[in-house]
């Protein structure tokens, strides 16, 4: 059984810094960062293919986050940047069991795997 860990969440000031990690005990994944803020439906953040080489961000995000794998320690990085109050939400890390080595996914269906979320908050 897969498991996913996410690690990293807290309290900043907007403008401020985090860094999430998730660490994943299966074998290397295509993976992804979702988030869900209160009273909205969970979205898209960003998406690593499997073979680390390809990346996808949501627009609301691109320019502030990145996203990296270090495959020996399979582990997936979300370093946030330039952090908004708009950010606030619970990020979740997904894998996808594809075993393709050039895809990245942007829609939930495409993941099996889910973590079981860290609070971000982010004060103005």
């Known amino acids: 059984q897969v498991q996913l860990v996410e690690s990293g969440g807290g309290l900043v000031q907007a403008g401020g810094s985090l860094r999430l990690s998730c660490a994943n005990s299966?074998?290397?994944?295509?993976m992804g960062w979702f988030r869900q803020a209160p009273g909205k439906e969970r979205e898209f953040v960003a998406a690593?293919?499997?073979?680390?080489?390809?990346?996808a961000y949501a627009d609301s995000v691109k320019g502030r986050f990145i996203i990296s794998a270090d495959y020996a320690e399979n582990t997936v990085v979300l370093r946030m940047n330039g952090l908004k109050p708009e950010d606030t939400a619970v990020y979740y890390c997904a894998a996808s069991p594809s075993v393709s080595s050039s895809n990245y996914y942007t829609e939930e269906n495409e993941y099996q795997y889910w973590g079981q979320g860290t609070q971000v908050t982010v004060s103005s």
């Open positions: 690593i293919s499997r073979s680390g080489l390809w990346t």
């Open positions: 299966g074998r290397t994944y295509a």
